[in-house]
């Protein structure tokens, strides 16, 4: 069965930090394309960040020079460092893993910006 778990969320000050966990199932991981999404209120579901297997990285443009992705192939994990916190990175982050055509979703953790 493949999974796909995130840990990590919670409330968070402006100019604060927080890091996001994700482990996927052995089975997908190796040969998928890795990455987090998120959904503000009201919003659609936006890209965060994506990681290949070979380690390249893409940002979405609202996070670029805040988040950091990194990917570690011993534990079948990502993670999402993401540092300068604003109230507008206030969403519900999903992590993803891309394999061909099908994409594994994870539950989804919720990140608050608030003082």
């Known amino acids: 069965q493949v999974q796909v778990v995130e840990s990590g969320g919670g409330l968070v000050q402006p100019g604060g930090s927080l890091r996001l966990s994700c482990a996927a199932s052995?089975?997908?991981?190796?040969?998928?394309?890795m990455g987090w999404y998120r959904q503000g209120p009201g919003k659609e579901r936006e890209l965060v960040a994506i990681?290949?297997?070979?380690?390249?990285?893409t940002y979405g443009d609202s996070v670029k020079g805040r988040f950091i992705i990194s990917r570690d192939n011993a534990k079948n994990a990502i993670d999402l460092q993401m540092n300068s916190l604003k109230p507008e990175d206030t969403a519900v982050y999903y992590c993803s893993a891309q394999l061909k055509s099908s994409t594994y979703w994870g539950q989804g953790t919720q990140v608050t910006v608030s003082s």
């Open positions: 052995r089975i997908i991981f190796r040969l998928s394309v």
């Open positions: 990681i290949t297997s070979s380690g390249s990285t």
